[in-house]
């Protein structure tokens, strides 16, 4: 657990040393107009949508950050069953597997829906107005 948490603290570090980004209305591209062709979009460069200022590391930070998340959920969905099932008496071994079973698919599921509703939520709270 403590491996999954160093792993989201690293997954955190991009937000926390990028310099903060400027948004001007003339960087602002119309890709999903109705009734518009999108063959102009094709003559765009990528640098033009993109940030030409990205730092490329960012991608290596998450990447170790999932990286560690993937060795630390390990031991959890491999020795966890193993764990419970030696450590709780017979007749209570199906129960806490149910129990173990049924968080394991529905932390998932909330974790969409609870991540969709906190999309509304700005990310630099510390940035905006209280009318934005």
Known sequence: ????????????L???????????????????????????????????????NAQPYFFYILLLGQVMHG????????????YLDENVSQKMSPVYLGIYFAFATLGPALGFIIGGM?????GDIDKITQDQ
């Open 14 to 52: 991009p937000h926390f040393i990028s310099e903060p980004y400027e948004y001007s209305e003339s960087e602002q591209f119309e890709i999903c107009r109705k009734n518009h062709s999108t063959a102009s979009l094709f003559n765009v460069k990528s640098d033009e949508i993109f940030n030409k």
């Open 118 to 122: 906190l999309l509304n939520i700005n």
């Open 1 to 12: 657990m403590l491996v999954m948490a160093f792993g989201s603290l690293i997954c955190t």
């Open 71 to 82: 060795i630390g959920a390990a031991p959890l969905y491999t020795l966890g069953v193993a």
